[in-house]
């Protein structure tokens, strides 16, 4: 069983619609919540990081963490053309330092 | 302020060859780790390199070797390469917190 687990889709929404983006995980240790945004032949962008359980808001992103249920996930609100791309949930656990990255769900938002 | 850089962007060797892939940190950071991501799947983690030692190593085989120098920059070295080594190698420079890694573009190697 994957640490991490993520569906990779595809998800192909219409644009303006709201996106739901979610990751489960299996190791207690993980402290820290990721999601990164890849484009096509490019290198992982941070997008928003966060510690405790809760909500996180960033403009049009919201990132949620409840780490009872070891359940994360990121919302895009009004979801725009340029927000197609792969989207990685990543978890740092400090004894380890390194971050365990789920396996991407690529997304496709329609014109 | 430059971000990580990669180099090469591409490579192609065949089996058996070694590779050398290079990267420069992003300003102010002091820790590099490499990433091995193959199509279709997230990145996996090979190693850390912390003031020139590593620090924390990924499942990888010893053929995965690397340096850091005295700059922060890095190298990663795969020996023997196998088919199953094609994949996109990323460069991953933090702070020394370790949160919020900074990912360069990557170098794409090819094994034929």
């Known amino acids: 069983q994957k640490e991490v687990e993520q569906d990779p889709g595809p998800l192909s929404v219409p644009e303006g619609a709201i996106v739901s983006l979610n990751c489960t995980y299996s190791?207690?240790?993980?402290?820290?919540f990721m999601w990164y945004r890849q484009y096509s032949r490019k290198g992982p962008e941070l997008l928003m990081y966060t510690y405790s359980s809760g909500n996180k808001e960033d403009g049009r992103f919201t990132a949620q963490v409840d780490k009872s249920s070891k359940y994360i996930s990121l919302f895009i609100r009004d979801s725009q053309p340029s927000d197609s791309a792969t989207y990685l949930c990543a978890m740092w656990d400090t004894g380890r330092r390194a971050l365990t990255f789920g396996s991407g769900t690529r997304l496709q938002v329609q014109p | 302020d430059a971000g990580v850089t990669q180099s090469p962007t591409h490579l192609i060797k065949t089996r058996g060859q070694q590779v050398t892939l290079r990267c420069s940190p992003k300003?102010?950071?002091?820790?590099v780790s490499w990433y091995q991501q193959a199509l279709g799947q997230g990145p996996q983690f090979i190693f850390q390199?912390?003031?020139?030692?590593?620090?924390q190593r990924g499942n990888f085989p010893d053929r995965f070797s690397g340096h850091q120098f005295p700059n922060y920059s890095s190298e990663l070295n795969v020996n023997a390469l196998l088919l199953g080594d094609s994949a996109l190698y990323l460069c991953?420079?933090?702070?020394?917190?370790?949160?919020?890694?900074?990912f360069g573009a990557g170098t794409r190697l090819s094994v034929l």
């Open positions: 190791n207690s240790a993980f402290q820290y």
């Open positions: 390199y912390y003031e020139e030692e590593e620090r």
């Open positions: 300003s102010g950071h002091d820790t």
């Open positions: 991953a420079s933090s702070p020394i917190d370790g949160t919020g890694d900074v």
